[in-house]
């Protein structure tokens, strides 16, 4: 049933959206439009908001920004986001629509962690649970956190696994391996890390940009479609993309 509102209230969320959209401190003229209201009226409304320190004035250029108050509000927000939760959330949603056997791995001290499986229709073998810390340059989860992680925490570990592939004869070019994440905005792997297996893998970004979660989907090689391109990696990318929106990302 709806319920009736206090109309200046929406009125006054709108133009502290329209704050928040501008790229910098904005006109009044520009405000009023954007929030498809007069002029005076937006002055009016804006007088009670700077008051609230909701917004604030630019003393020289007379523009209008967001204020002290509506940050705080915001950074408390964010403060108590519970990131996992969101994902938890919705994975039975996500399992459901790819039928693939899914988990959720954040960044841990020793790297990639697993931190919940769910198993799929089509099940597969694989010495992976919960606790399992995965590589980084060879899985999919591993290259996700490689791209987005800051150097200075995936560096030694990488250097690591580096010394570990040549011993075996194997290379990776890591600039490559990261700008292939970043193009596409999520990562594969086929059988490098797990012979026969194909894995997905895409980024939840927070406020800050940077990677809190990431969701991998695996399959059998032949049964699992690893492409960009697939229902799989179309459901993750959405997937993602809700999650990132919710923690402020992109």
């Given at each position: 049933m709806a319920r009736k509102g206090v109309q200046s209230v929406e009125t006054a969320f709108s133009i502290l959206d329209c704050l928040e959209q501008a790229d910098g401190p904005i006109p009044l003229s520009d405000l009023a439009t954007c929030a498809n209201i007069s002029p005076s009226k937006a002055r009016n409304y804006l007088v009670s908001l700077i008051a609230t320190d909701q917004v604030r004035?630019?003393?020289?250029?007379?523009?209008?920004?967001?204020?002290?108050?509506?940050?705080?509000?915001?950074?408390?927000?964010?403060?108590?986001?519970?990131?996992?939760?969101y994902c938890l959330d919705e994975m039975a949603r996500l399992q459901h629509q790819t039928q693939e056997t899914l988990f959720i791995t954040i960044w841990g001290n020793k790297g990639p962690t697993i931190i919940r499986w769910f198993e799929?229709?089509?099940?597969?073998?694989?010495?992976?649970?919960?606790?399992?810390?995965?590589?980084?340059?060879?899985?999919?989860?591993?290259?996700?956190?490689?791209?987005?992680?800051?150097p200075s925490l995936t560096d030694s570990l990488v250097k690591a696994e580096l010394a570990e592939a040549e011993?075996?004869?194997?290379?990776?070019?890591?600039?490559?391996?990261?700008?292939?994440?970043?193009?596409?905005?999520m990562a594969k792997a086929d059988g490098e890390s797990l012979p026969g297996i194909s894995a997905l893998a895409v980024p939840i970004i927070d406020f800050e940009k940077r990677v809190r979660i990431v969701v991998s989907a695996i399959g059998r090689r032949r049964v699992f479609d690893a492409s960009f391109n697939s229902e799989t990696a179309a459901?993750?990318?959405?997937?993602?993309?809700?999650?990132?929106?919710?923690?402020g990302g992109a």
């Open positions: 004035q630019e003393p020289v250029s007379g523009y209008y920004e967001m204020g002290p108050s509506t940050l705080r509000h915001g950074i408390t927000a964010l403060g108590r986001i519970d990131a996992i939760g799929g229709r089509r099940p597969v073998t694989v010495e992976l649970r919960t606790g399992s810390v995965l590589p980084i340059l060879s899985t999919a989860t591993g290259r996700v956190f490689l791209a987005y992680m800051p011993e075996r004869g194997k290379t990776y070019d890591v600039q490559a391996l990261k700008s292939h994440v970043l193009k596409h905005q459901a993750l990318k959405t997937f993602a993309e809700s999650i990132s929106q919710r923690l």
